[in-house]
């Protein structure tokens, strides 16, 4: 039974890369859809699709070995528009490297997106 939805599916992804697998299968659900989209668009992972098993469904994708960690952010801390480069800090090993996805009220972006504009809460780190 999985509990942690984002970890796993960030777990997921890492693991695949380390061992040098092509593509994996991780759990599927919105906010997923949203973070590998986030991804997708950062250049860290290739395409993925859906695969509807019945139960939840899963999400296939394409590993391009451009991560280097990523991970779930527990506890989910809240943050202003003017505190992104506390975070960078702490989750990013070098500035400009790497994203946090924050989930803010215009959905889920990129701290690269939402720095000096809006705030929210961290969801995860990639870099």
């Known amino acids: 039974m999985r509990h942690d939805l984002i970890s796993d599916a960030l777990s997921t992804i890492k693991n695949g890369e380390t061992v040098g697998k092509r593509s994996v299968s991780t759990p599927a659900s919105k906010i997923i859809k949203n973070i590998l989209?986030?991804?997708?668009?950062?250049n860290f992972i290739g395409?993925?699709?859906?695969?509807?098993?019945g139960k939840?469904?899963?999400?296939?994708?394409?590993?391009i070995k451009a991560i280097n960690n990523?991970?779930?952010i527990r506890p989910r801390f809240s943050?202003?528009?003017?505190?992104y480069e506390k975070y960078e800090r702490r989750f990013l090993p070098a500035a400009g490297f790497g994203i946090l996805i924050v989930s803010t009220s215009?959905?889920?972006l990129a701290h690269i997106d939402a720095?000096?504009?809006?705030?929210?809460?961290?969801?995860?780190?990639?870099?």
């Open 115 to 127: 720095k000096n504009k809006i705030g929210g809460k961290l969801i995860a780190y990639v870099y």
């Open 47 to 53: 395409n993925f699709e859906f695969i509807d098993d």
């Open 79 to 83: 943050i202003k528009k003017d505190q």
């Open 70 to 72: 990523c991970g779930a």
């Open 37 to 42: 989209l986030i991804m997708q668009r950062h």
């Open 56 to 63: 939840g469904g899963k999400f296939k994708v394409q590993i």
């Open 106 to 108: 215009k959905g889920l």
